[in-house]
């Protein structure tokens, strides 16, 4: 019986093992978009959203582009460094697609660039605020960056709270220790100082940890009018709840990018009042639809709700950054009349279109990219249940009102 | 204003969170003497838990902090009969990889069902603070501190105290005379691991309304707690009481005095914990382990 | 398309051969009865001594693993002198927190490590990917070779010795210290050369990355489903690990359930195989032997 037992934990085994391999065959003429994304694990949060985006881009084309067939080859990444090499290695070596899509995630961006080099496809990151990837990418001509660099998120709210509340207030700054706290920290700092501030603390705190008063605390022995807090949403949660249980009486509070996520009110409530922020892309603004390509790039008010019946929520800042890229490239893609990556390079660089992203066009920064399009931010306020745009002067409805 | 006072504040309300993050875990290696790798994925269905009670229904992480912990023991329950009993005699190897695996498929299902997006529980206490002696008090910390202890203390008492917590007790210390006494060694390992199943889920229910949500929110926490009962003394649930202390004055001490130390906090309690480990392996509280 | 597979044959070679080498370190430890929590610790140090000491110095791969290496073997030596006689759970939570410890001191150290933000190769010193799998599979190769070399020592005697007891063993004239040593020292410098090499085949590197306690797991997974304290086990189980979480990934992974599926296979692995493939082939085999023998 026992050999029989050992039989049995055998097959057991064997048959957890056992999958089949095999690939799909492709016969009609189609365009392949390969999508390493953040579908699992601690990034699913982006991924998701990449995931969402990309589908209502391949569904306003109808899925053809210039009589091709629109084929996206989603790959898992499972938001490791490792997955990100997998994925792209298998779409660029064996898939040998010449779109690229993805990853979103900062430090997997930067772990992919690697990857890229190899064979140096048309490559649309929407993602990677981090200035270490605009070095790395610097001079790429076929790399597409459409999200914001980090110093966005500074020069906008340092430039919009000098213009309101003068030169020479204090700063402080808060930052976590993971790669986006300290990729934001010498921007926050350049650009506050530049503006004509003064920083009296920086200050670090661990990425999930649980308690961040003792930072606060040192930060409130320095009397700032100014507190610019540097991480991620999951850490922006804790330290806006600690800020307002700590009662620092600082009247203005900066956040990188989490004031702007809908998750982060919900979770921190009456805390999220004042946060001021940069933003890229807001729902619920006024943008007109493209006059050339009404159907493609709509009013946001028209996209939004299309976006809400599909997926019965309000879209966010990933899923209308990777709806927008995408479409443009899909876009260039039609206009080159195929799947030819210099052309569609080309058409790409020579698009420009008003989005709900604000205009759709790609330009060089001085920091050495290449193609850089949606950098322009505004500057917005939680001010109770509303958001209320402060900065540039031409498109805002309200002013800054310091917490008391 | 000095520091000092706020120092000590902070200290010992986060060592009250630390407490129960750990105290779970110290009853489940005490008696099974398994350490739980699956642990923290209990905590993360504690806080979803009392996360959704709350969205939906309006109920306070408080009060619904009873239920969501039977709900969670049904969990513990359920990983011990289909997958922890048949690992009880094997190599602790074999048991920390299995409950990894758990702890994987559980955090996936977390995904699924509640999404990656962050969350937090807003509730008016979470909120509220008030200035005592030159110490700002937050309400919500105070909370979660009052409700750690209040669980641990309960725990000691009733495996004081209860005839069930007694032959625990005994299973702990000696499972072959326990057996030899009568007591039923694989339900008393059952009810430990639901036990501190439970009590997982409770440092879940207390931490919701003070730290974010996530399904990943579980591994580092289980890290933490699992240095905390290592230095208390490996199954010592008094061990870890004064561990979870200890660890907390050093961290939020290292955080207040030292340049940039809430970074070097958790490097530094590790150091401590290696120290400890050297020079007194069993812990502050701890019997004799061996393999 | 011979050569379009290459590429993607070439990340599962580089997978394959890096957990092959981590399986072996790992159980060349286990075998002298010290469960190691911590092998990312190896790993990571690896790791950056291959990266930095390549990008200050320009050392191409093959030399900048010799530092790697050598740090690493120094961080087991380390490890054993501190950890003195720590045994069992107690020497697995050291090792635990050493691997954490590191992370720390490297998302600490922006200035020399490149901080939370991490480093790239200097890409004029990075290699085609089939020189990096050549390498691995050579490293692969040679760790086998050595845990093979140990097996047929007395050493094999000693560490059975004193993975049963360390006193015992002690009293039979087993130095379990100097022993110790030498194993983690092996062991570590195993891990530490795997470590380095991976980070050609990436390219970039992180404190996440370098001391992810998923590399700790991963370490112990070949093992635990090849057969642990076995030769040709840790072998077996490093590679079935790879072919399940990649054929997870890709069969499972675009709809969200590859790390469900993989921990499923992962769960249902160790209740039904808990002496791995290897170790109950050879329960399997001494059983028949037995059977026809007319034992009991």
Redesign the interface.
């Known amino acids: 019986m026992r050999a029989f037992r050992y039989i049995r934990h055998m097959v057991m085994g064997a048959l957890c093992g056992l999958f089949i391999t095999g690939g799909i065959a492709h016969a009609q003429k189609v365009i392949r978009i390969g999508a390493p994304l953040e579908l699992t694990g601690k990034f699913v949060i982006y991924g998701s959203q990449g995931q969402r985006g990309l589908e209502m881009a391949v569904e306003a084309f109808a899925g053809t582009v210039a009589g091709h067939r629109i084929e996206v080859l989603l790959r898992d990444i499972q938001s490791t460094n490792q997955g990100a090499v997998s994925a792209m290695t298998d779409l660029l070596e064996k898939e040998k697609v010449d779109f690229l899509i993805g990853p979103i995630a900062s430090g997997l961006v930067s772990a992919a660039v690697p990857a890229w080099r190899q064979r140096k496809p048309l490559w649309i990151v929407p993602g990677a605020s981090a200035l270490s990837f605009e070095e790395a990418i610097a001079g790429e001509s076929m790399v597409f960056h459409t999200y914001a660099w980090g110093y966005g998120y500074h020069t906008g709210p340092a430039n919009a709270l000098a213009a309101a509340f003068g030169k020479g207030k204090k700063v402080a700054i808060i930052y976590s220790d993971g790669a986006y706290g300290r990729s934001h920290l010498p921007d926050a700092r350049k650009h506050y100082t530049e503006a004509g501030f003064q920083i009296v603390a920086t200050e670090l705190v661990r990425e999930n940890a649980a308690d961040m008063n003792p930072a606060l605390q040192k930060i409130r022995l320095t009397k700032p009018d100014v507190l610019v807090a540097l991480m991620q949403t999951t850490d922006g949660i804790v330290v806006a709840k600690q800020i307002h249980v700590a009662k620092l009486g600082i009247p203005i509070l900066v956040g990188s990018a989490f004031p702007q996520f809908q998750t982060w009110v919900d979770a921190v409530g009456e805390a999220a009042n004042g946060w001021i922020t940069a933003v890229a892309y807001l729902a619920g603004q006024a943008v007109p639809a493209d006059p050339k390509y009404p159907r493609i790039f709509p009013a946001a008010k028209d996209w939004e709700a299309a976006f809400t019946k599909k997926y019965n929520r309000e879209p966010e800042l990933i899923d209308a950054m990777v709806y927008t890229s995408a479409a443009m490239l899909f876009l260039a893609i039609d206009r080159a009349g195929g799947g030819d990556k210099e052309r569609v390079a080309k058409e790409l660089r020579n698009l420009g279109v008003e989005t709900i992203m604000g205009e759709g066009k790609f330009v060089p920064t001085p920091g050495g990219a290449v193609n850089q399009a949606f950098n322009e931010m505004f500057v917005i306020q939680r001010q109770g249940d509303k958001i209320v745009t402060v900065w540039p002067k031409a498109r805002s409805n309200g002013q800054f009102k310091p917490i008391q | 204003m000095t520091l000092l006072p706020q120092f000590l504040l902070d200290a010992l309300l986060l060592g009250g969170l630390y407490c129960l993050m750990a105290v779970g875990l110290a009853l489940c290696f005490g008696v099974t003497r398994i350490i739980n790798f699956a642990h923290g994925e209990m905590i993360m269905f504690g806080a979803y838990g009392a996360f959704l009670l709350s969205v939906h229904f309006g109920i306070d992480p408080l009060l619904s902090l009873p239920l969501v912990a039977l709900g969670v023991a049904l969990i513990g329950f359920l990983v011990f009969k289909l997958c922890v009993q048949r690992v009880l005699d094997a190599p602790h190897v074999n048991q920390i990889l299995l409950l990894f695996g758990v702890g994987l498929i559980l955090q996936n299902i977390a995904v699924l069902i509640f999404t990656g997006d962050e969350r937090s529980v807003t509730t008016a206490y979470s909120l509220a603070s008030d200035q005592f002696f030159g110490m700002m008090v937050a309400y919500g910390r105070l909370i979660a501190f009052a409700v750690s202890i209040g669980l641990t203390v309960g725990l000691i008492v009733w495996l004081r105290i209860s005839e069930m917590g007694r032959a625990i007790q005994a299973v702990a210390q000696q499972r072959d005379a326990a057996k030899l006494m009568g007591i039923n060694v694989t339900a008393m390992y059952m009810v430990s691991f639901m036990v501190s199943a439970a009590l997982g889920s409770a440092t879940g229910a207390a931490m919701s309304f003070l730290l974010t949500i996530t399904p990943f929110m579980g591994f580092h926490i289980l890290i933490k707690g699992f240095a905390i009962v290592v230095l208390g003394g490996l199954g010592s649930v008094g061990g870890t009481l004064i561990a979870a202390f200890v660890l907390a004055f050093v961290e939020t001490g290292v955080s207040y005095y030292v340049p940039e130390g809430g970074g070097w906090a958790e490097g530094v309690a590790l150091a401590v914990l290696l120290m400890v480990l050297i020079l007194r392996p069993r812990g502050f509280l701890g019997q004799a382990v061996d393999n | 398309m011979p050569f379009?597979?290459?590429?993607?044959v070439?990340?599962w070679i580089i997978?394959a051969a890096s957990m092959v080498i981590l399986a072996v370190s790992w159980n060349l430890a286990?075998n002298a009865g010290l469960?190691s929590?911590g092998h990312s610790a190896f790993w990571g140090v690896g790791t950056y001594t291959a990266v930095l000491s390549a990008n200050k110095l320009g050392l191409p791969l093959v030399l900048a693993l010799i530092p790697a290496m050598l740090i690493g073997a120094l961080l087991g030596v380390l490890l054993a002198v501190?950890?003195?006689?720590?045994?069992?759970?107690?020497f697995?939570?050291?090792t635990?927190?050493?691997s954490?410890?590191l992370r720390?001191?490297a998302?600490?150290t922006?200035g020399f490590t490149g901080?939370?933000?991490?480093i790239?190769?200097n890409?004029q010193l990075?290699i085609g990917?089939h020189w990096v799998a050549a390498i691995m599979v050579v490293g692969a190769l040679i760790s086998i070779l050595v845990a093979w070399a140990i097996s047929r020592t007395s050493w094999h005697f000693a560490f059975r010795a004193m993975r049963a007891n360390e006193s015992a063993a002690q009293m039979l004239g087993v130095r379990p210290i100097g022993f110790r040593v030498w194993v983690l020292a092996l062991a570590g410098a195993m891990a530490a050369f795997a470590g380095g090499v991976r980070v050609w085949?990436?390219?970039?590197v992180?404190p996440?990355?370098a001391f992810d306690?998923h590399i700790t797991?991963f370490a112990?997974?070949g093992?635990?489903l090849g057969g642990?304290y076995t030769l040709a086990g840790p072998v077996i189980g490093a590679l079935?690990s790879v072919?399940?979480s990649?054929?997870a990934?890709i069969?499972f992974?675009?709809q969200?359930?590859?790390?469900?599926v993989?921990?499923?296979?992962?769960?249902?692995?160790?209740?039904?195989?808990?002496h791995g493939?290897w170790g109950?082939?050879q329960?399997?085999w001494t059983?028949?032997r037995r059977?026809i023998r007319g034992e009991q």
Do not use: H, K
């Open positions: 379009a597979a290459t590429a993607v070439n990340d997978s286990a469960i929590l501190i950890t003195g006689r720590l045994r069992g759970i107690f697995a939570i050291s635990l927190a050493l954490e410890g720390v001191i998302v600490m922006p901080g939370g933000e991490g790239y190769v890409p990075r990917a085949y990436g390219g970039f992180d996440g990355i306690l797991i112990q997974i093992p635990l642990i079935l072919l399940l990649e054929a990934r069969w992974g675009t969200g359930f590859g790390l469900l993989y921990g499923v296979a992962l769960v249902l692995c160790i209740l039904f195989l808990p493939i109950g082939l329960r399997l059983f028949g059977r």
